[in-house]
């Protein structure tokens, strides 16, 4: 064996640049694994260099690369000279590290598919369950697996064909009296039994109040990765799912992973994903399976359903041109020059959360974080200065305008047409000229894409 | 007998902006305060105290100064406050978070029975929902989220009746006990802290739980425990449009070039058939 002296390779500390954290949680903290790493009152780590390895886990998990490795200067001397004397050996991974990676892509591999919740009330499917079918044909597409719809409800086969018209192949079909009202218990247990038999590779769930409900609670029964309100869906080169989603009310974008676990389970909300086109010739495969537990068993009931539908209540997400107005309306008064213009165009009126909390708008007209998220043709945002609580909830509109006095508000920073000025003139003149034109004897349309 | 209301010190995030040079996140001066959601599970805990004589206690998992928020939950009427806080708790994702949550609620638990957990509808900094689920599968608690009103708590029948606010319907719900309750904001309306209150809880003592006392597998908790990573994070990316025209000094004229631009692009067109 040879005995010759071996200069060790310098690794360097971890350090901190200046204005990148952005106070995520203390990950870092949490990966490092000689205490090495203090958060102070902002949430942005204080590296104690006497404790530090320089083993790079905290640079690994920063989301924004805030952390990098500062070499001393002769530290740096050291690395040079081994570079030159071609003795530094690539960083290497301990050998069991490798084999346990490769034992948990064997269990990852057991998990094939793309599957999507369809939701139902009373046999009527929600609209979001198709939207899905679209983005998840694309991800089965890419990953070459197949599209299945889970259809668990009472006398709700019909959802099966229904389903397939939308692009899925097969479906996984439970169809009971026992499922007549949603439950979460019977409905998450059904959902963790066909997961465990059939195990799909992802799966989907609208971010509906009751896609939340069910999603939070098989994922955590499966002990698997849940990712909320994605906007962006996508396959990595290896094949796992990008799910990126709006964080921190919006200020932020984040693309998370479920690296170690299946299904990679994802909800999105109504309206962000485009409805697929329907095709009436496509057929596909029904599996039926009996209900996975005693009916006894479950206690909790329904007593009382309380339909507080008006006649003639307006849903704004299902509308295709909404005219919303916000606190620069100046009056509630002023909302039915809104409602003319939505009149003569063919749409609706829809309100930011400034204009409902002033009493000017019900709260069901509301677009935004805490409202509706819509995906209309057209958006014309009239007096609405763009919080990002707002934009959320209508940036995935196809055509957007703005009309507003601040020519610094946010919201033109969405807009694809912008006009700065006094919504009280500008949108009584729009009104008018399309009257004119319609007077014409033509009637505005929407193009239907 | 025991109500515990979870909580979450969050950033006030209304108040976040974003560097429009280096496209990060501006936090200087971003308070930190109560999850707005929380505060509405904290009241109805309260109230539920002055209903059936229930205690209170709030848990909060995170970093050392989550204390303050948990100070000012006392200070609302809160009998007793835990804070869950470890190096190891750090990072975690919802599945990691429901853990540790659901281990103080069962070690709360040995001491005092526990009817209820209460808990916001969602946070307004990570807007999952999902913690409340979790908690309630893995103590296998009945799951009532959504909920608008609690109607009634039957300790005999071990029952609770609730109303949940589902889409344009309400439904109500009768489930046994122990419950996990995810409020929506509509359920109640705050209290504020009396001055008396607030200035015993200055000096009311907030338990500390960390992982020596808890002693929870450190592969189950924080950053290791979470099911879900975080790869990136980055600046929504927007597309600029167009300002047309002099709206200031031309409205009708600015009005006219919208309308064309509309028809020329064919968002709007007309149907001449009609």
Redesign the interface.
Known sequence: MEDRKRVKRPRGVAQLIS??C???????????PK?A?E?N???EPIIIIANCIGCRKCLK?C??DALEIYLTPEEQKILAELAAQKKVAAVEEAPEVIEEEAALLVKLKEYRGVWVFVEQ?AGEPAGVSWELLGVGADLARARKEELCSVVIGDHVEHLCQESFVFGASKAYLIDDPVFR?????PY?KAICYLVRKYKPEIMLVGA???G??L???V???L???????CTGLAIDDRGFL??TR????????????????RPQMATVRPHVMPLPAKDSSRKGKIVREMVPFQEADI???????????KAG?VDVAAADIIVSGGRGMRAKENFSLLQELADE?GGVVGSSRGAVEAGWMPA?RQVG?TGKTVRP??YIACGISG???HLVGM?DS??????N?D?NAPI???????????VL??VP??T???KE?RAKG??????RH | MLVVACIKQVPDTTQVEIDPVTGTLKREGVPFIMNPFDAHALEESLRLKDRYGFRVVVISMGPPNTEITLRKSLALGADEAVLLSDRAFGGADTLATSFVLAEAIKRLNQKDEVVAVICGRQTIDGDTAQVGPGIATRLAFSQLTLVDRIENIDLTAKKVIVRRKVGSWREKVEAPLPALIAVVREINHLRYPTLPRRLMAEKAPVSLWDNQEMKLDENRVGLKGSATQVRRIFSPERAKGEILGDGLNEPEEAANLLLENLIEKDVLYFNSSS
């Open positions: 204005g990148k952005i106070a995520c949680g203390a990950r870092c903290q949490s990966s490092c205490d790493i958060m009152e902002k949430g998990v989301p924004v009330t009202r949603y439950l979460t218990e998450y509906t109040g009751l939340r409900d999603a939070g609670a994922a955590t029964e002990q698997t990765g849940l990712t909320a309100d990008l799910q709006p964080a921190f009310g919006g200020n932020i974008m984040a693309t998370i992973l479920t690296e170690g676990t206690a909790v009931k329904v007593l009382e359903v309380i339909d507080e539908r209540e165009l069901e974080q043709k057209l919080a990002i609580q940036q196809d055509v957007i305008v703005a009309i006095i020519k033109f920073e969405v807009a694809t047409y912008g006009i700065v000025g006094d003139k500008i003149s729009l008018q000229r399309v034109l033509v009637e505005f349309m929407v193009e």
